[in-house]
């Protein structure tokens, strides 16, 4: 059977590219589906998946072997079921799992940190995806059923267990729902907001300290002409 193939185009609509594809981290991740990557300045690659977290160290030599490691309950994660993955520019990774709550990796010890409901405040346990916050201020988490929750980690010692303020968002403050499902931000720095069942919604500003009360846009829906209310993914346009 013909391997499978990539399409895409570039800025000229007439050229298509096609390359085969290795299923590179299927053997190595022990699951199919992989939900998530981020890549550290160094070349390694961290993967969420259904069956945990994989990790890629790049060949310590041209044309050497890639080391894999794989991390599951033995290794500390509450659940091995990921959703999502982002990478802070301190190089700690922000998971969102389901039925674990919000994971955290400290990049010095390898530890794993959770926050979910009854340890460290965290409103839910299952969190559809995390986003960077682009002031350097933690992750925004998309929740499935409490709303939307900014995280940040706050400063300690070096050493200490991490402290991490959280604010939490829902109908309350103008959400259309409470059950979330994916997370975007303009070249305006507005977040816009997926939803289960309620279409579409935005965050006009990200929120200061001291500052006005957050202000969520009406929600975005099939009665303005969305093809559904049940949306799973967004990607911002150049």
Known sequence: RAPPYFFFNDP????????????????????????????APDG???????????????????????????????EGLPT???????????GWLWMGSTGGGLILRDPASGRFHVLKPGQGGFPHLQVRQVLLDPRGR????????????????????????????????????????????????????RLWIASWGAGLSRLESLPEP??????????????QGLAGNQIWSLQTDR
Request: charged share 20%.
């Open 138 to 189: 933690g992750i925004w988490a998309a929740t499935a059923g409490a709303g939307l929750v900014h995280v940040e980690r706050l400063a300690g010692p070096a050493g200490a267990e991490p402290q991490f303020a959280l604010q939490v968002y829902t109908t309350a403050d103008g959400l259309p729902s409470d059950h979330l499902t994916a997370l975007a931000l303009d070249g305006q720095r």
């Open 210 to 223: 001291g500052g006005p009360p957050p202000r969520f846009s009406p929600a975005l829906n099939a009665e």
């Open 80 to 90: 091995k079921r990921l959703r999502s993955l982002v990478l802070d520019a301190q």
């Open 44 to 74: 390694t690659v961290w993967a969420a998946g259904e069956n945990g977290l994989l990790r890629r160290e790049a060949p310590a030599t041209p044309g050497g072997a890639a080391r894999f490691t794989r991390y599951q309950e033995a």
């Open 12 to 39: 000229a609509p007439t050229e298509i590219y096609t390359f085969p594809y290795t299923p590179l981290f299927r053997s190595h991740s022990g699951g199919r589906r992989i939900w998530a990557f981020a890549e």
